[in-house]
């Protein structure tokens, strides 16, 4: 009988805490389906009054389906898209072309992060924007032309190229893996071929890829229809860029991730053994921006590494999408881990 009230009373407490769970913000604007000549719109949310975090995406359809295109973490509930996009040179005149968007947010408050909010809002650029911008006819989409589509290959190095007339700006890069509409490598180029990067693991599979381009104004449509290469294991040798190592358990964690500057990264790896691991941090075009170590004798269990957000003469990098190489160096078990994480421009608070 002296249970029930102690019954009672953890039903009271437990209650309330699952109702306190955060709500996903309410969109106000621009409303859903606005159609007009804005190319720099301000996405606008109400939330809770204990949200201490937003996080803004920005989608655009590119054939295959909804693809990231911009996105910020930030302390306001306003954003006038593209301004300090995580998503780095997607609009370099910094304001959107001609084309239509969908978007979403969530909010965070001390305790986590909400759902983004759904279904996703849409609105759409159709003409010169009050602000000057004046994006004009989307350019048609390019050629591709190498490798053939149906390429068979031992590895990487593979360049993609394609076919574009003079004057473009800019020419954007996706690779995608049968099955999976996320990107396994994307990369934007002032010249109409791209290398994809080798600090990225590699797995024998079909992939597809595709490119559109930009002429200062508008981006094309991504070529139709995507061309394939094939990834296979090389005949008396072992797989370019990802061979799996016993030493290493899983893939590599990051924490926090989103990043944010003035807070260390930590990028922490399990080992069943003793390994000696390199590692290094690369901005997301392949640019390596800092060696966090160079053959590092690391014992069994945990193995971190740390970084500051400096690049090699101490300047502290812009936000963007980085990637932490480790590669274990031992020859007769070669090795290659990656991981990803994003890193913020606001510096306030740690992401959940």
Known sequence: MKRLPTLTALMLVLVPVAALALAPPLPLAPPNGTKGPNSKPVLTVDGPGNVVELNFRVYQEDGVGLRLVAEIYTAETAWP???GSLVSTMFPSNALPVGDYWWTCRVRDHFG???????????????????GYAPGIPPEPPALVAPPTGTKSGGL???LSIGAPAGLELFHFVVRRTGDDDPVWEGHSTAPNWELPLMLPVEPDIYYWS??????????????????FEIGKPVGGEQTGDVRSPAVRALPQ????????????????ALDRPARLSAAVYDAAGK????LAAGRACTAGQCEFVWDGTDETGGMVGAGTYLCRITHDDAA?????VAKFVRSGNPTGASR
């Open 113 to 131: 992060w909400s759902e983004f909010f759904a279904p996703v809002w849409s609105f759409s650029v159709e003409t010169t924007g009050p602000d």
């Open 157 to 159: 190095p593979i360049v």
């Open 81 to 83: 898209v593209p301004e």
């Open 333 to 337: 078990e070669p090795s290659v881990r």
């Open 211 to 228: 490119a559109r381009v930009f002429d200062g104004t508008a981006w094309s449509a991504f070529a139709e229809p995507w061309w394939s």
């Open 254 to 269: 990051v924490f926090p991730n989103p990043t944010r500057p003035g807070s260390p990264t930590l990028v922490r790896l």
């Open 288 to 291: 390596r921006i800092k060696t």
